[in-house]
């Protein structure tokens, strides 16, 4: 706040300091004009005037930089993440007859789901569950990557695989991708495309994340390529890129060795070379690649490129570049720099898009200090584990991208290398010749198998040939001036050694291995010496001319011990303030820090101006609306200034490709964002509120805060290290960019040439508390050489400069001392006037602190007193500090003093006091010849680490001391007897009496102290010193409310609502011998909640009726009074008729006419959007020849009960959201649960579709609903504290981050409530004596109360057995009575189906607490609690929203909807207006009039034609109960029939879900009729249902055999077929032999029996998961017949041909014949064309079997659906068995098994194909033969004839 007062005075002040100055500026301009220099980033000047007439109001000429509060940025800090993902289906695997099984893995940790047989869209819905300890950062670049295998006995094979980084989820709304569809690809073959889609769930939820629970949706047919798990605005196709990431070379590497022996060698050889062997590694997307290493070269040159394949754009987002320091044990990382794609690309579409691309630039690196100590202590610093605390050179690389069209093996590098800038246009051909050249070199090495590499997405390594113009890189000699104004608070650890500071750029200035601060350039590579010899020579001159002492380390100094602590020292830079000055070169990029510098301003204006306007808010509306506009306005000015000076940039040689694409990204978001902006000014569209416009304002800084970042990195930062005796002790890393000078005024460092603060802090990871080791005032100046005249422009007037005495030049053009002096001092006084804290943390096991608070200034200190046992103490204290000299000029000190740090400490009896909390503020300055004006007191915010710790009301005022009157100072208030002086009258806030009321009801949940119970607690309640004590509850165990309900106090409080002390509840325990003790305490910080507006006499009665009209059962009784509410000008009786969903205003006034015809043309067509969208959504269409399929059909077969009318309401809640999402209409969360509207009011146009709803509407039962909420009913109804307030009660520490929150502090509760209103003048109570506080608060005796839980279902329960699964069961806890239903635990299920009812009495106020617990059965050992959930009954019993019993939405007598409540509507009604005091009701036929409403409907009711109409009121009453909120005098919404979903927690895990419960509890109290029975909502029993499958015949089957000696091919046919998740009965056809066709006949039956469950859907499977499970397993899968086609074989395992997959619920449609069957019946089967078999029963045609896509074959199949009772009165035989057999298929001969019957396989084979060969064979052999005895008896019988003769 003092910022802001400062700020006014400033615009004044400028004008006075450009005269100090002596016109400086002017110098400038022309000091620039004689240089002459055309350089990028000189133009500036030219259009700077431009800028700086926007941007000048924003910086006036400061001195100091802004203060900052807080000591120290939030650190990196460890969190519990949880990462839940559900693995539900997948679809289209690519595959035959594959088994998948999904492997999820995430790091080391790998889970896998079970195995599915033989099929390519597996049903899995399994849960899991990774838990993950720390840092964000880490967790974001952790990969999930989930692969499908195929799983084989031996080695599973890869289907699929798919990835995403932990960042992408958790960036996504609600941190969760739900129900989406992940595209697999194959890693190893990057052509091939899709390999399937997987269905999960993941979500990554942090500590108190909360998860938005997500109904799922059951669609049979949803359209995969709109659901896919990418982030919004990815387009669907994604392509394949390249990602080339190029290492160029390295310099300025830290020259150490990370082993041992090299660093001994080195200590003894003394050889200088370069001890470090340095490679690169580049990390991505899960893959990495490492370059070559350069043996002994700090400055490596690589040359090689490392290329990742990944789909584009990419689901990780980090590219992670380490560079590793080869060892001879082990590698050591050197430095890591992490990339953000987001941050070098535009996903925008179109031109204006573009792809990552980065460089060729450097990047810097930082990590552990460069010390040569043996070991390295900050070792994570290297590993991107915290900030890096020094320079370790930096890396010139470059990434660029080419998205791959078809195949990758082309490289259309020629294309990309346009953007890849290449200054001179000529030569630009040559670059993808060499690139060629590389490629065609790195195939040969890898000739095995180039095509492989070239498709996986195998990382590859490769050199590149590099353009000589890269390298031709301008260094330009840059200036690093500081001056040293203060060192104090340096820690007293630190010693006595003299202390210097040493202020680094990269390595120049760094003693320890850099560059001195005077030396020459970089260290060149060899063939750059010329040059650089040359260049030397240049600087001797400039030194000599110049005569800058270049010096990087400040003279050693001895501290000196800090008055008044002697914790702290300090180094007496009184009017010596030393300098240091190093020069440095860099390339000329400083114009990326300009733009940066100039948006950030925009940024930092915007901020500021919020942050003013949220401290006007509190004040005035008006005026913070005003300054709203005007920062807008001014934004919009500033933009265009940037646009346009953006546009004039010269195209200068060292932009690359990027830094012209952020060019016009800043242009294009600037555009956007101020034509937004002029939006939100003009308000043409629609009013907006003061915080919308605040949110949008909001969002611009995020985004511009985005754009700042500037990826491509030029000067490095600047380090302060303080050295104690040459060692390293403390550091402050300041961005270069902050202190980079620039002649026009928007693009310089915000703190460039400004005296800031630095709290220098120690490397590496910090331990808790204080750890600041010094406070350091400096002045840094950073830029080019040429503008050395500006260095000392911005020091604070009144110096001179003493030179070294060395200097041998006495016409230096800019003097550059070695210290400056100022030689005037002042005398000034302190005075810190420190009121108030609140809010503070505790320190001690209390709950509570003894805080005291150290001010520091300069080297001044002082303490407060300590006040005992508060977290809100007042200190009511002025601490004076006397005689503090300040040097400079006494103007200047009043504009900008030194900063004053407070520190606050909790005082402990034993060891040193504990740190709590700390802040920084700014004094106000009076110099002695202004007049006094006491300061305001302010708030400061108080920060401990990461932790907010509270808030610190003082104000500081430095007065300075007049040299003539020392003592004419304002007057001091008398110090008290111990010399404390108090805060001055006139600054204290000014006070006023106020009454504060307590409502004191009881303390509930109270636990042990020191390990007793309390028994007899009290609560004391003190606000700003007074308070009151309430009544000692005798016996906490029998009655925790207590006796007394309500007292009062007075107290004293300041008039300023924002100044009111924060109020403090204790409750203290009495025990025996009168001791008391400390049981817990909470702290109201803010009481504006309780303030209490005085009520103006009794309410003016309104004049008129409000007549509301119901027609029978209407859903939206609201929406008529809203009407005739907000329509003030309709004539005084308004008649709203309400029918289903249409709401007409039937007006005397003509004018008024249009208004209801608009209505009723819009809510008449709303539930035909309804009717149309549940349609698609949810029921399998036919034709609109066929009937209209509808929720009917299935309650027709079931008995509709309560699960009916709960999923009627699932189905209306999914619509609900369906039909907003779609239509793009807000939610409405208040929708009021009624009928799933069906009647539409006949109008001429619509005839047609109304036919059809009509007939729809005979077939569909209204069926009641219920509301769903998706939380508890506590946040629905703002946790019921419409009547009293619970504190929660805090006790131990809460100083670590590890308590700060944590359930363990949380010791009881208090019940109770608080009215603070201004003290009436006669002090008497209002109200006729009665506090006000006590109106409407029920009495506080106990109450017996009959108590109904109905626990449905839980989901998404966390796994607790190894297995991943868990059996759960219910517990449940209310007082002392306990009901365990371990015996219905429900094995292995993570989304267990309860339905449960349980019913316990119980006395209020002693069993108010009801704990649903979920424990994990085990057989063995005991069961593990899964997670729990408590529910304040007292609080529902006593609401106004009366939370007792839902009242339903409709009023039946019996039946599913059955009245539950004990009393009727109109009793509830009665009751209710007596309560409220509103005069009614009084019903009259036709009518019921509340108070001043009359609501109109149906109450007179016909049974049947010809029975007696009967009267009811019930009907009407409650409609008028739904509508309670909108009577006058009420105005509390009741709570309808509802199921809340409540999370479960587990204390071990804080703040993290462990799954949901659904539940309902009734309460009915004992004095009232009791209730009928209880609702029976028990699971439903799935039906027994019988598939028969008969297969008649198969046509077309490929045929897979080939006859040896024909070729002829053939296929011995059979056909598998089961249903899906039980393959155990798994059933096969005989086997058609020889089919050469491909026709089968079979005439073979499947049966199947199967359980399912009609109104899920699903079908329930119980079975043993394996053999070792001791009970089976109940899972619901979607009912999926396979069927499948085999060939037979005898000696090999069985060919598989084809599949064909069909889901019982919407399967297509079969074709007549075997011709007209064909693919398109299934893969192009639409809604419309899809059957049920649960409708139809019994189907007969043909369908397609498919394999990979093909067409492998046709069957014909019959299938007959019966239920189980059917199948057993008339039961069929499987296979052709009896009964009912079915007769042999008329098979042609030629069908049989050759093994089996060899003769008919002879004849068949042989003898019908070789029949003429055989005959004419044994013809030939008959003669064969015949010759063969001739010849061979011939020369017998010749001889035989001869002798015989």
């Not at 400061?62 to 289906?89: D, F, G």
């Not at 363990?1304 to 009215?1315: A, L, V, W």
């Not at 004992?1566 to 015949?1593: A, C, Q, T």
Request: proline share 6%; hydrophobic share 35%; with cysteine.
């Amino acid at each position: 706040m003092k910022l802001k007062k400062k700020k006014k005075g400033e615009k004044g002040l400028t004008i006075a300091n450009k005269d100090a100055q002596g016109d400086h500026d002017e110098s400038a301009n022309l000091h620039h004009d004689t240089l002459g220099r055309q350089e990028a980033g000189e133009e500036d000047l030219m259009n700077s005037n431009a800028l700086s007439n926007v941007f000048g109001s924003l910086s006036p000429k400061r001195k100091r930089a802004k203060l900052v509060t807080r000591i120290h940025e939030e650190e990196m800090k460890s969190q519990h993440y949880q990462i839940a993902i559900t693995i539900i289906e997948a679809r289209q695997l690519v595959g035959e007859n594959i088994d998948p099984v999904v492997i999820i893995e995430i790091g080391d940790e790998k889970k896998q789901t079970s195995v599915k047989e033989g099929t390519n869209a597996p049903f899995y819905n399994e849960y899991f569950v990774f838990d993950f300890v720390g840092p964000q950062v880490f967790l974001f670049d952790k990969i999930i990557n989930i692969s499908v295998m195929h799983n084989k006995l031996i080695g599973s094979v890869l289907v699929g695989s798919f990835k995403v980084d932990l960042g992408t989820v958790y960036g996504q709304p609600g941190h969760q991708f739900c129900d989406k569809w992940a595209l697999l690809t194959d890693p190893a073959d990057i052509r091939t495309g899709a390999k399937g889609y997987l269905k999960c769930d993941i979500s990554v939820t942090g500590k108190g994340d909360a998860i938005q629970a997500t109904q799922k949706t059951a669609d049979t047919e949803e359209q995969i390529e709109k659901n896919l798990l990418i982030p919004k605005g990815f387009p669907s196709e994604r392509p394949w890129a390249r990602f080339y990431v190029r290492i160029y070379k390295a310099e300025g590497l830290p020259k150490m060795n990370s082993s041992i022996m090299a660093n001994v060698t080195k200590a003894f050889i003394g050889d200088s070379k370069d001890l470090v062997d340095p490679y690169v590694v580049v990390m991505f997307a899960g893959q990495m690649g490492r370059t070559t290493v350069q043996k002994n070269c700090a400055d490596p040159v690589w040359h090689e490129q490392i290329i990742f394949k990944e789909m584009f754009p990419p689901l990780c987002r980090r590219v992670k570049i380490q560079v590793w320091d080869e060892g001879s044990m082990n590698d050591v990382a050197l430095a890591t720099h992490f990339i953000d794609l987001k941050k070098i690309s535009n996903e925008q579409d179109g031109d204006k898009g573009f792809l990552p691309t980065f460089g060729p630039a450097w990047i810097n690196l930082y990590g552990s200090p460069r010390s040569h100590s043996l070991m390295d202590d900050h070792q994570e610093l290297n590993e991107g584990f915290g900030e890096g605390v020094s320079f370790r050179g930096r890396l010139f690389i470059e990434i660029a991208v080419e998205i791959l069209s078809g195949g990758a093996r082309e490289s259309k590098f020629s294309s990309i290398i346009k953007d890849i800038k290449l200054p001179s246009k000529d030569k630009d051909f040559k670059a993808p010749k060499g690139k060629d050249k590389t490629e065609k070199a790195g195939e040969d090495r890898k000739s095995a198998s180039p095509s492989d590499k070239m498709n996986s997405t195998e990382v590859e390594v490769e050199p590149f040939d590099v353009p000589s113009e890269i390298y031709e890189e301008k260094f330009e000699e840059f200036l690093l001036f500081g001056t040293f104004f203060e060192a104090t608070m340096i820690d007293r650890k630190v010693g006595d050694k003299p202390i210097t500071f040493e202020v680094s750029v990269g390595n120049f200035g760094n003693i320890t291995d850099g560059v001195s601060a005077g030396a020459g350039g970089k260290k060149k590579t060899c063939d750059r010496e010329a040059e650089e010899s040359l260049l030397y020579e240049g600087e001797d001159e400039i030194s000599h001319d110049l005569g800058i002492p270049l010096i990087s380390t400040t003279p050693p100094e001895k501290p000196l011990i800090t008055g008044g602590n002697r914790n702290y020292q300090y180094l007496p830079y009184d009017e010596r303030k030393p300098c240091i000055c190093v020069k440095s070169y860099w390339g000329n990029q400083t114009f990326r820090l300009y733009s940066s510098n100039t948006l950030e301003k925009m940024a930092d204006h915007l901020e500021e101006s919020l942050e003013q306007v949220k401290d006007m808010i509190k004040v005035s509306e008006i005026a913070s609306e005003e300054k709203m506009r005007t920062t807008l306005n001014y934004f919009i000015n500033q933009s265009r200034a940037f646009t346009t000076i953006a546009e004039k940039k010269p195209k200068g040689l060292n932009y690359t490709a990027l830094d012209k694409k952020r060019l016009m990204l800043f242009k294009q978001e600037l555009e956007a964002m101020s034509s937004d902006a002029k939006g939100i000014v003009q308000q043409q569209k629609k009013k907006m509120s003061l915080d919308e416009m605040m949110h949008e304002t909001q969002s611009f800084i995020d985004k511009i805060r985005f754009l700042v970042d500037e990826p491509q990195n030029t000067v490095p930062d600047v380090f302060i290290w303080m050295l104690s005796s040459n060692k390293r002790v403390a550091y402050a890393r300041v961005p270069a960019k902050n202190i980079l000078y620039s002649p026009a005024k928007e693009q310089r460092g915000k703190d460039c040439g400004k005296i800031k603060t630095h709290f220098l802090k120690l490397p590496g990871k910090r331990p808790l508390g204080w750890t600041v080791q010094a406070k350091v005032d400096i002045y840094l100046w950073l830029g080019p050489a040429s503008y050395a005249h500006s260095i000392m422009e911005n020091l604070p007037v009144g110096y001179e400069t003493e030179l070294p005495s060395n200097t041998n030049s006495g016409h230096s053009v800019v003097p550059s001392p070695a210290c400056l002096l100022y030689k005037t001092p002042h005398l000034f006084q302190l005075r810190a006037h420190m009121y108030q804290a609140r809010g503070l943390i505790a320190a001690d096991s209390t709950g509570l602190s003894d805080p005291f608070a150290k001010v520091t200034f300069t080297s001044h200190c002082q303490t407060t007193k300590i006040i005992a046992q508060t977290l809100s103490p007042t200190w009511n204290q002025m601490l004076l500090f006397d005689g503090i000299v300040l040097h400079g000029d006494r103007e200047e000190i009043a504009q900008f003093p030194p900063e004053i740090v407070i520190e606050l400490y909790d005082d402990d009896a034993v060891g040193k006091a504990e740190y709590i909390g700390s802040t920084v503020a700014a004094p106000v300055v009076r110099l002695a010849d202004q007049n006094y004006k006491p300061p305001k007191l302010s708030y400061h915010r108080v920060y401990c680490g990461n932790l907010s710790g509270g808030d610190l009301l003082a104000t500081f005022e430095l007065l300075e001391i007049p040299e003539s009157h020392p003592d004419r100072l304002p007057p001091l208030d008398p110090p008290d007897v111990g010399q404390i002086y108090p805060v001055p009258a006139n600054i204290r806030p000014v006070l006023s009496k106020y009454r504060v009321e307590v409502l004191f009801w009881g303390v509930r949940e109270l636990k042990k102290v020191q390990l007793l119970s309390v028994d007899r607690p009290q609560v004391l309640i003190e606000c700003a010193g007074k308070g009151v004590k309430s009544s000692v509850i005798q016996s906490y165990k029998k009655n925790p409310n207590f006796s007394g309900l309500a007292d009062w106090f007075e107290v004293e409080l300041p008039e300023n609502e924002l100044l009111h002390p924060p109020l403090s509840i204790c409750v203290v325990d009495w025990r025996a011998f009168g001791r008391s003790t400390l049981v817990g305490t909470h702290t109201i910080n803010c009481l504006k909640q309780f303030l209490c507006k005085t009520q103006l006499g009794p309410q003016a009665t309104p004049n008129r009726l409000d007549i509301v009209e119901i027609e029978k059962a209407s859903p939206e009784s609201s929406q008529p009074a809203e009407l005739s509410r907000e329509e003030p000008f309709l004539a005084d009786h308004t008649y709203a008729e309400v029918e289903q969903g249409i709401c007409t205003v039937v007006d005397p006034d003509p004018h008024l006419a249009t208004l209801p015809a608009a209505e009723r043309e819009h809510s008449a067509s709303e539930p035909g959007k309804e009717r149309k969208q549940k349609d698609t959504k949810k029921s399998i269409r036919r034709s609109t020849k066929k009937r209209k399929r509808t929720i009917a059909d299935e309650s027709a077969e079931s008995v509709i009960d309560w699960w009916s009318k709960y999923y009627a309401s699932v189905l209306k809640m999914q619509k609900a959201k369906g039909i907003f999402s779609s239509e793009g209409k807000p939610e409405d969360n208040k929708q009021n649960s009624d009928h799933i509207a069906l009647i539409i009011e006949e109008e001429p146009g619509k005839k047609k579709k109304d036919k059809i709803l009509k007939r729809k509407q005979k077939e569909t039962p209204n069926l009641a609903t219920l509301q769903i909420y998706e939380g508890d009913l506590e946040s629905e109804f703002n946790n019921f504290e419409d009547w009293v307030k619970t504190f929660q009660l805090l006790r131990g520490k809460s100083n670590d981050e590890v308590h700060a929150d944590s359930e363990d502090r949380i010791i009881g509760k208090f019940k109770g409530s608080f009215c603070i209103y201004p003290s009436p003048e006669d002090g008497s109570l209002l109200d006729g004596g009665q506090p006000r506080i006590l109106q409407g608060i029920p009495p506080n005796h106990s109450v017996k109360v009959l108590i109904r839980v109905y626990i449905v279902a839980a989901f998404n329960l966390s796994p607790a057995d190894p297995d991943g699964k868990s059996d759960p069961y219910i517990v449940l806890r209310l007082g002392n009575t306990e009901i365990k239903d371990r015996e219905n635990y429900i094995p292995k299920q993570l989304n267990p189906v309860f339905g449960r009812s349980f019913e316990i009495q119980a006395t209020f106020p002693k069993d108010s607490l009801l704990t649903v617990l979920i424990y994990d059965h085990d057989f063995v050992g005991t069961d593990d609690l899964i997670g729990e959930t408590k529910i304040d009954l007292e609080n529902r019993f006593y609401s106004r929203h009366r939370a007792t019993c839902g009242l339903q939405s409709q009023y039946e007598i019996e039946g599913y909807n059955a009245w539950r409540d004990a009393t009727k509507p109109s009793e509830i009604l009665t009751k209710l207006c007596k309560d409220y005091r509103i005069s009614g009701p009084f019903m009259r036929p036709g009518e019921i009039q509340v108070g001043a409403k009359v609501f109109k409907g149906q109450t007179v009711f016909r049974e049947d034609e010809n029975e007696e109409p009967v009267e009811s009121y019930e009907h009407l009453s409650l409609k008028v109960l739904h509508a309670w909120e909108e009577i006058p005098g009420a105005g509390y919404k009741l709570v309808p029939e509802h199921i809340e979903t409540r999370p479960l927690y587990h204390k071990d895990k804080p703040g993290m879900e462990q799954g949901r419960v659904q539940m309902w509890v009734d309460m009915f109290p004992k004095d009232m009729p009791l209730p009928g029975p209880p609702v029976d909502i028990s699971p439903r029993k799935p039906k027994g249902y019988e598939l028969r499958v008969i297969i008649w015949n198969t046509e077309d089957v490929i045929l897979e055999d080939e006859n040896i000696f024909t070729g002829q091919k053939s296929s011995d046919i059979y056909v598998k077929g089961w249903i899906k998740g039980l393959e155990e009965d798994k059933q096969e056809t005989d086997v058609h032999y020889n089919s050469l066709t491909g026709e089968g006949n079979f005439n073979w039956r499947f049966v199947f029996p199967f359980h399912y469950l009609p109104a899920e859907k699903q079908m329930v499977v119980s079975k043993r998961e394996n053999i070792f499970s001791l009970e089976k397993t109940e899972r619901k899968i979607p009912a999926e017949l396979m069927l499948q086609v085999w060939d037979f074989e005898r000696l090999s395992s069985d060919d598989f041909l084809g599949t064909l997959e069909l889901n019982l619920n919407g399967f297509p449609r079969a074709a007549k014949t075997a011709k007209s069957c064909d693919l398109g019946i299934v893969v192009a089967a639409s809604e419309e064309n899809k059957t049920s078999i649960f409708q139809q029963k019994r189907v007969r045609g043909w369908w397609p079997f498919i394999k990979a896509g093909q067409l492998t074959g046709k069957v014909e199949a019959e299938f007959h659906l019966v239920t189980a009772e059917e199948a057993e009165k008339n039961p069929v035989g499987k296979a052709r068995k009896e009964p009912e057999p079915l007769e042999k298929p008329n098979r042609p001969d030629t069908s049989f098994s050759w093994f089996v019957n060899p003769f008919k396989c002879l004849y068949h084979l042989i003898w019908r194909n070789y029949k003429k060969y055989i005959i004419i064979g044994i013809i030939l052999l008959i003669l064969i033969v015949f010759l063969v005895l001739f010849i061979y008896t011939l020369p017998g019988a010749i001889s035989h004839r001869i002798v015989v003769g």
